[in-house]
């Protein structure tokens, strides 16, 4: 696998300490490129990821896949422990995904990304069960905000979301961010139990997910 990252990739992925670390992002980039060969048709190896910020030209801005003939694939990458998840689209799209664990730290966490609203609903969840609500929210914010393009230069509590058990939806958008018909969707049966995901595409009308096992897709390298 590591013979399809790029100069760019490999340093970055040597950066990281642990070798859980280095294993995940080094999986992730190689399935978008095995996966995205199959769209474009061309060899894994010859598929170009960029990542031009739109506001300094620095490659740390959301990736996408440069297609030589035809438009480019709109792509996105998240991982936690035990899991990759890559998301392709036709149009721009956000993935997170989390591991369900007890979070030692969770009102902490919780002030920091929640809003008043999203607090409240919080606080009438079962104690034993507030961790994955809260990865939930943050999942879906996290998902919009890739998808936007903006990641974390937005404060995530100032874009409300949807709680667990109710449709994933976005409710009220941040100052200064241009509103956008985004389509929210939970991931599900790949992921397995312990896991929670959504995916975010900004389309105009109604979308499809199509959800794969990726070592299905792997086994082609």
Not at 29 to 38: E, Y
Not at 80 to 105: Q, Y
Not at 185 to 201: C, F, K
């Amino acid at each position: 696998m590591l013979q399809l990252l790029d100069d760019q990739e490999r340093i970055r992925m040597e950066r990281l300490s642990k070798p859980a670390d280095r294993d995940r992002f080094s999986t992730a980039h190689c399935l978008l490129r095995v996966l995205a060969s199959g769209y474009l048709r061309e060899p894994a190896d010859h598929v170009l990821i960029v990542r031009s910020c739109t506001q300094c030209g620095e490659p740390h801005g959301k990736p996408r896949v440069q297609a030589r003939h035809g438009p480019d694939l709109e792509v996105s990458l998240s991982h936690t422990a035990g899991r990759v998840v890559v998301a392709v689209g036709d149009a721009s799209t956000g993935v997170d995904i989390e591991r369900v664990r007890p979070l030692k730290n969770l009102n902490r966490i919780a002030a920091a990304t929640l809003s008043a609203m999203e607090h409240r609903q919080l606080d009438r969840v079962p104690a034993a069960e507030q961790a994955e609500a809260l990865l939930a929210h943050w999942t879906r914010k996290e998902a919009v905000l890739k998808a936007l393009g903006c990641g974390l230069v937005v404060p995530p509590e100032t874009l409300i979301v949807s709680g667990p058990g109710e449709p994933p939806r976005v409710l009220a958008w941040p100052e200064g961010v241009a509103k956008a018909q985004m389509r929210l969707r939970m991931l599900s049966s790949p992921l397995g139990a312990g896991y929670v995901g959504a995916v975010a595409v900004s389309s105009p009308g109604d979308i499809t997910l199509w959800e794969r096992d990726g070592s299905e897709i792997m086994e082609q390298i």
